[in-house]
């Protein structure tokens, strides 16, 4: 599960932007390809996206994946988007500079611009600048809408609930035209109410939200969530996918689980807690070494963590990969 995370500065999560579904599914393969692949992203070196990688995150055929890529790329080449900059003054930009079509390979390549860049690639560790989660948990959305509101609400996971989003900002940030949903009713019913009936049917998350108003005129929403019990989460719809990536390492409960009756050290139990999380979050297979068991790593990371400073690396590590502690 550590792997298609999703990671962009918080000032381009937050960006006005109009994408179709397809682009931001574009969009957030070429945020986690550029990192697990190592090739990143740069102003001038093309990053490559395939169908069957395209296929395979987002539940469809190879052919339809590619249909899909060429249709929002010729769209994507001409979209834009704008962010306030550190200064406070609104900058405007397009998402790509270049695009090549690989018909034979069932690919495109893209060139990003420096805006794109600057916000997918200068993760520099402090992590409450940076908008994190997991590619499969918008997957199975059906609207970009819904989508992008899951990007706007995860943002603020360490606490479970936003600011008042400001209603043309936030019709902005959602990508809606200036000519849509202009009534209030069309825009709860058609935008909001359907984009959480699919984020809490589909996502990691279960999410309200509250109407703000000046007099008798909705000025904002905010909106609580909360994370779901693993158990609760849906199970990607692409089940045919290899044993390989279905797998999951069952760790012995007695090396995670906490002692009802513990004279602990702090210490200790974040150790526990560290070890849990990564047994529960199916993280095993990251950190073996060699012909390492299983058991055998649960043990060495446990013998490795000998002080706070180490947990604390430790614990920011597996936060970019999604656990929340």
């Known amino acids: 599960?550590?792997?298609?995370?999703?990671?962009?500065?918080?000032?381009l999560n937050q960006a006005f932007q109009m994408l179709t579904l397809a682009e931001l599914h574009i969009v957030q393969l070429?945020?986690?390809?550029?990192?697990?692949?190592?090739?990143?992203?740069?102003?001038?070196?093309?990053?490559?996206?395939?169908?069957?990688?395209?296929?395979?995150?987002f539940n469809t055929t190879r052919q339809n994946a590619y249909q899909r890529m060429k249709s929002a790329e010729d769209t994507l080449f001409n979209r834009?988007?704008?962010?306030?900059?550190?200064?406070?003054?609104?900058?405007?930009?397009?998402?790509?500079?270049?695009?090549?079509?690989?018909?034979?390979?069932?690919?495109?390549?893209?060139?990003?611009?420096?805006?794109?860049?600057?916000?997918?690639?200068?993760?520099?560790?402090?992590?409450?600048?940076?908008?994190?989660?997991l590619i499969g948990q918008t997957a199975n959305l059906t609207s970009v809408y819904s989508a992008r509101l899951y990007e706007l609400l995860i943002?603020?996971?360490?606490?479970?609930?936003?600011?008042i989003f400001?209603?043309?900002?936030?019709?902005d940030q959602l990508g809606i035209g200036i000519n849509?949903?202009?009534?209030?009713?069309?825009?709860k019913i058609r935008v909001l109410d359907m984009a959480l009936k699919e984020i809490n049917e589909h996502t990691d998350i279960t999410a309200s939200y509250e109407q703000h108003k000046k007099g008798r005129l909705i000025t904002g929403f905010s909106f609580k969530f909360k994370q779901k019990k693993k158990t609760e989460v849906e199970t990607p719809k692409n089940s045919d996918l290899s044993d390989s990536?279905?797998?999951?390492?069952?760790?012995?409960?007695?090396?995670?689980?906490?002692p009802e009756n513990s004279n602990l050290s702090d210490l200790d139990k974040r150790v526990r807690?560290?070890?849990?999380?990564?047994?529960?979050?199916?993280?095993?297979?990251?950190?073996?070494?060699?012909?390492?068991?299983p058991l055998e790593m649960m043990k060495r990371i446990q013998s490795e963590i000998t002080s706070d400073d180490i947990a604390d690396t430790w614990q920011n590590k597996l936060e970019t990969m999604g656990v929340v502690f």
């Open 1 to 11: 599960m550590s792997k298609n995370l999703v990671v962009k500065t918080n000032r």
């Open 273 to 293: 807690a560290i070890t849990g999380a990564i047994a529960k979050n199916n993280l095993a297979s990251r950190f073996q070494h060699g012909n390492e068991s």
């Open 180 to 187: 849509e949903y202009q009534r209030m009713d069309h825009f």
């Open 80 to 133: 834009r988007f704008s962010y306030f900059d550190d200064e406070g003054k609104l900058v405007k930009s397009r998402w790509i500079q270049q695009v090549r079509y690989l018909d034979d390979e069932g690919a495109i390549e893209l060139v990003f611009t420096m805006a794109v860049v600057d916000g997918i690639s200068r993760i520099d560790g402090v992590q409450e600048f940076f908008t994190q989660y």
């Open 245 to 258: 990536k279905q797998k999951t390492v069952e760790i012995p409960a007695n090396l995670v689980k906490q």
């Open 30 to 57: 070429a945020i986690v390809d550029a990192r697990e692949t190592g090739t990143g992203l740069s102003t001038n070196k093309p990053l490559r996206i395939d169908a069957m990688r395209y296929a395979e995150a």
């Open 155 to 163: 943002q603020w996971k360490s606490i479970g609930k936003t600011p």
């Open 166 to 171: 400001e209603l043309n900002n936030f019709r």
